[in-house]
Nanobody, 118 residues
């Protein structure tokens, strides 16, 4: 069973930084694409950042230049470094593992709360 566990969320002032971690077990980490999504109260869950098994990254426009997604293959962990945080970044952040073999599915973590005060 694939499991994802997020950590690193918390309360931070505007302009501050946080680093989120997502520990993956039960999957071949290096062969799967990984993502970070977020969901604010009353809003849909939206893509924040994405990294392929080959290390290619993509970001939603609102976080470009501020957030960085990365992988540590040895630790089976994906990170989201968040700098210059703004109140609009407040949301529950979810890690995702995009599995393609032996079947195609997306596995989600439980989420970690990020709150940015003005």
């Amino acid at each position: 069973q694939v499991r994802l566990v997020e950590s690193g969320g918390g309360l931070v002032q505007a302009g501050g930084s946080l680093r989120l971690s997502c520990a993956v077990s039960g999957a071949i980490f290096s062969l799967n694409d990984m993502g970070w999504y977020r969901q604010a109260p009353g809003k849909q869950r939206d893509l924040v950042a994405y990294i392929t098994g080959g290390g290619v990254t993509n970001y939603t426009d609102s976080v470009k230049g501020r957030f960085t997604i990365s992988r540590d293959v040895a630790e089976n962990t994906v990170y989201l470094q968040m700098d210059s945080l703004a109140p609009e970044d407040t949301a529950v952040y979810y890690c995702s593992c995009h599995i393609t073999w032996p079947y195609k599915t997306v596995v989600w973590g439980q989420g970690t709360q990020v709150t940015v005060s003005s």
